[in-house]
């Protein structure tokens, strides 16, 4: 029962479930969204309970997480990298504001972009809040530290991030779990001036915060996941986070003795860095991500002892792999074969029968007689609208930033100005901009693609499933300009004719066009079957 | 003892199937097992691939250096070609002859199936026929796992232990109607 096959994120919420959180709060978001399902789905977190549903967004999550913190127990939140920018503002005012039941927020990184618009690297977001950063390399080591977190948070009253890459939240190894510790006490925090941010109290939480950084340098120096691999000659690396595992798997295939030095812990651990460092002439820096500590090491007048990904030994983007790590440290590898010429590539796309596609014939047809095709998009299923045959999206930015795109281009003189959005995304982060749009009278069209679910990240649920008509109105769009259409073959003409009217229409107009995700209708219909 | 398994697909024909099966042999044998796998946008019928090592002693890359991989599983001819950069020379591909047209510029069929035979050694399985002879076409990829099983480093027998535990809560029939699928499978590798 100890030893499970778990994938990195599953190795997170069985740890956290261990550690005794009393709450996980998340948004889905690739490749971080398996943490909170596993805990959704765990009898051990039916009793006692551990409440799990979805959030709004990653903020609403992060305040929450940090209420349950308030309360005095213990709490995580997990977001994927991009998900941190929403949750930024409370993020970093949490540091300032420190926590009183241990706070874990996981961040799951996605370098060489699978799933996502960029690769931020988050271990900027921990130095920039100040707070440790914990980086573990393996799944075991991923379960370790995620309880580890938990107790450094309550240790040093601060949130801990736990960073994780892709390649590690989407891998599964062996993992052996450890005694299950019980929930916290409900004891909410006394400290008053501490929770209350105003300039007087910052100032000296502030403070408080500059002085704890030496502590938590001296626990990076003193923590066992940080250390050094001996070895013999000049050359040296330090491999940090999963950087670890790529370089051990050259060590071993080639058989070197090089010495390393892992690091999994930081801020980091000056004395060590700086021991190490001494004794060799050449060395590599193995991030997964930015080359943000290889900067800091070569510093301002740059040190050419270190090599890394900012001097090009290593690719300055995608994510790590061993052959590149090989012709880093100046090994040859052997050749291989070329992928075949005709092999075709093959990109995702919308699924047969999904309502999106629909929606996209009959927005083309719609949108055919005007000048501007523009038809700001938004994050989700419905992105892949861009792509042949549709062709239909032109913007993919931001969590909903189509509606507020949308809103500044017809406020430039674009008409129509028409944006898509889907449900999960327009509760995330659509409705203050819809209201913006309304109360500027700025004549845009936003079309709610609706299909009752976060599909993109697997079917989790919407926050404004069967809530849009309401939550439209309640935010002041006229009832006659919020319309209703079901995307489907045989309701063309007329989706084509509502679609025509709202785009003719000088003011704001929402069309909620409205069909279940093909994919969460097949998972329905299956467990009806193993029901009966 | 190391392998290295590429398993490829497109997104949606279920490959974390034959994954989580050998998974589970290798776990059952105190082997150690890392299997890095592809969620989120590629799920949605794009090519999708799973990277698959056991091994005797500790793994540490997630993912199988290039020209390291001891076998491509496929379960769609095209997608047993795009991970050639990870085969060893000495490497083998096991893949499934129907394809899975899903893109317009879809090669030619004779000219794939050339090609793939004159990549590496290889073995091409008609597992749609095969799946169809068990009476459940949804045995495909159990029927794929029976023809690499000869390339896996863990013996048939283990294979088929994992199989029944992994289809444990589906019934005893849904269980023989794989184990089934795996023999024949394995009944046209060794002819």
């Known amino acids: 029962m100890n030893k499970q096959l778990l994938l990195g994120a599953e190795a997170i919420a069985q740890a956290a479930l261990d550690a005794g959180i009393s709450g996980v709060y998340a948004y889905p978001g690739t490749p971080s969204t398996e943490i909170t399902e596993y805990i959704q789905k765990s009898s051990q977190a039916k009793e006692p309970f551990v409440r799990a549903a979805w959030a709004t ?21 997990c977001m994927k990298h991009v998900g941190l920018n929403v949750a930024a503002d409370a993020f970093m005012n949490s540091s300032i504001t420190g926590i009183h039941g241990g706070l874990v927020i996981v961040v799951a990184d996605d370098p060489s972009m699978h799933s996502s618009q960029n690769e931020q690297d988050s271990r900027v977001y921990g130095k920039f809040a100040m707070i440790p950063v914990l980086e573990p390399a393996n ?11 938990f107790d450094l948070s309550e240790q040093i009253a601060l949130p801990v991030l736990l960073r994780i890459p892709t390649r590690l939240s989407h891998s599964r190894a062996v993992v052996t779990r450890t005694e299950v510790r019980p929930q916290n006490d409900l004891v909410p925090s006394k ?19 500059l002085e704890k950084q030496q502590q938590l340098a001296s626990l990076s120096e003193s923590s066992p996941y940080n250390r050094i691999m001996e070895g013999t000659g000049k050359k040296a690396v330090i491999a940090f986070g999963i950087g670890y595992n790529y370089t051990m798997e050259v060590i071993g295939s080639y058989k070197l003795q090089i010495p390393l030095l892992k690091i999994s812990q930081y801020p980091l651990p000056e004395k060590r860095i700086k021991a190490f460092c001494d004794q060799y002439d050449d060395i590599l820096i193995v991030e997964e991500g930015y080359p943000v500590y290889e900067e800091l090491l070569k510093g301002y007048f740059v040190n050419r002892k270190f090599r890394g990904r900012l001097d090009g030994a290593l690719p300055r983007t995608g994510e790590l792999s061993p052959a590149p790590l090989a012709i880093a440290l100046g090994l040859s590898t052997s050749e291989t074969k070329p992928i075949p010429a005709i092999v075709a590539s093959r990109p995702p796309m919308l699924c047969q029968g999904c309502g999106h596609r629909d929606l996209f014939d009959a927005l083309n047809m719609a949108m055919e007689s005007y000048p501007f095709k523009q038809v700001f998009g938004d994050i989700g299923c419905y992105t892949l609208g861009a792509l042949p045959p549709y062709n239909t999206i032109s913007t993919c930015v931001d969590m909903g930033a189509s509606i507020t795109m949308a809103k500044g281009a017809a406020d430039a003189g674009i008409r129509p100005a028409v944006c898509v959005i889907g449900d999960s995304t327009f509760t995330h982060s659509g409705m203050t901009g819809l209201l913006d749009a309304v109360n500027d009278r700025s004549p845009i069209t936003v079309i709610i693609s609706d299909n009752d679910t976060t599909a993109m990240t697997g079917g989790q649920d919407s926050a404004g499933t069967d809530k849009f008509f309401d939550i439209c109105k309640g935010l002041g769009v006229e009832e006659k300009h919020i319309r209703l259409m079901i995307p489907l073959k045989k309701n063309l003409d007329e989706n084509k004719a509502i679609l025509k009217e ?28 193993a029901d009966c | 003892m190391q392998k290295n398994i590429i398993i490829a697909g497109v997104g949606g024909q279920g490959i974390l199937t034959i994954a989580s099966i050998i998974d589970l042999a290798a776990m059952n044998l105190g082997l150690h097992v890392k299997q890095a796998e592809v969620h989120g946008m590629s799920q949605r019928g794009g090519a999708v691939e799973s990277h698959l090592r056991i091994s005797t002693e500790e793994i540490y890359s997630d993912l199988i250096p290039l020209g390291k991989a001891d076998l491509i599983l496929s379960i769609e001819p095209m997608e047993s070609l795009r991970y050639l950069p990870f085969l060893s020379p000495e490497g083998v591909i096991v893949t499934s002859t129907e394809l899975y047209e899903n893109i317009r510029n879809y090669p030619d069929k004779t000219e794939l199936l050339n090609e793939i035979r004159e990549s590496a050694s290889c073995l091409l399985i008609e597992a749609e026929k095969l799946a169809a002879e068990t009476g459940n076409a949804k045995t495909y990829n159990v029927a794929m796992l029976g023809a690499a099983a000869p390339h896996i480093g863990i013996e048939a027998t283990e294979l088929e232990k994992a199989i029944a535990t992994y289809f444990a809560g589906k019934g ?18 060794q002819k």
């Open chain 1, 57 to 77: 967004n990653e903020k609403t999550a992060y305040e929450a997480a940090l209420g349950m913190s308030y309360a005095g127990k213990r709490s995580l939140v």
């Open chain 1, 139 to 149: 799944q075991q080591e991923t379960y370790e530290m995620t309880r580890y977190a």
């Open chain 2, 172 to 189: 005893e029939k849904i269980i023989e109607t794989n184990l089934n699928a795996f023999r024949l499978g394995l009944d046209n590798a």
């Open chain 1, 191 to 209: 400290e008053k001036g501490k929770w209350i941010l105003l300039p007087a109290n910052a100032r000296k939480n502030y403070q408080q915060l």
């Open chain 1, 502 to 529: 709202e785009l003719d229409y000088d003011g704001v107009s929402v069309i909620i066009s409205q069909r279940e995700c093909v994919q969460t209708l097949k998972k329905k219909s299956k467990v009806k079957k």
